[in-house]
Structures are given as C-alpha cells and as structure tokens.
C-alpha cells in the first residue's frame, strides 16, 4: 500500500487512529479504528464525508461515540503486542486501503481523500 495515495486528512486519520488503538490496548487497526479517527479530525466539517452524513442526517458526535463504544467492547491486546511505534494494520483495513485506492484509480483520482 502506498501511503501517498492518500491525502494529508487521509493520511492524518490513518496516523491518528494508531493513538486511538494504543489508548484501546488494541493489537491492530481495523477500518473502525480509522472511521473514529477520522470524525475526530479538526476540519472534517469541510470533506465529503461529513456532506455525505450530512445528507443521511447522521450526527457525526453520536457516530464517532457509537464507534467508540464499540471499539471500547473490543478484546485488548497484550502490552507486548501494542508496544514499539510500528503501525499493525488488521488484514481487513488492508483490503478496505486497497480497495479505497482501486475505486480512486477508477475514477481517474490520484489519491484517496474524505
């Protein structure tokens, strides 16, 4: 995967969202990881994300507290397994990155953004 196919809010949420999954003693992110993340970033209010939740009338508050508890629910990981600063990402937020660049390729778009 390369990290520069990602735009800086992209790449900001993926790097965030290693800080959620240290705080949650988790072993790896998973795409809930990075979808927290990325609610919580300071101009979210300006990506397509945001319009698009905004349109189904979805409150991105109770959004990112419902995948908070969630991730909360989640099993914790040995110290040893979260310690170091290397960035675990889970098989499936592999695919869903892969993915996320495919359909930007598609559309002819360089990078994957919000």
């Known amino acids: 995967m ?3 196919k990602f735009t800086k809010n992209t790449q900001t949420a993926i790097l965030d969202s ?3 999954l240290k705080s949650l003693d988790h072993a790896a992110i998973e795409p809930e ?3 927290a993340s990325v609610c919580l ?3 979210i209010k300006n990506s397509h994300f945001y319009k698009i939740l905004e349109i189904l009338k979805v409150d991105i508050h109770k959004l990112s507290d419902a995948l908070r508890d969630y991730l909360k629910s989640k099993p914790k990981a040995s110290p040893m397994m979260v310690a170091g600063d290397q960035l675990a990402i889970s098989a499936n937020t592999q695919t869903f990155l892969n993915n996320a660049i495919k359909i930007a390729g598609s559309m ?3 990078f994957v953004s919000l």
């Open 33 to 35: 990881h990075i979808m």
């Open 18 to 20: 290693k800080e959620l």
């Open 41 to 43: 970033l300071e101009d």
């Open 108 to 110: 002819q778009d360089d």
């Open 2 to 4: 390369d990290f520069n």
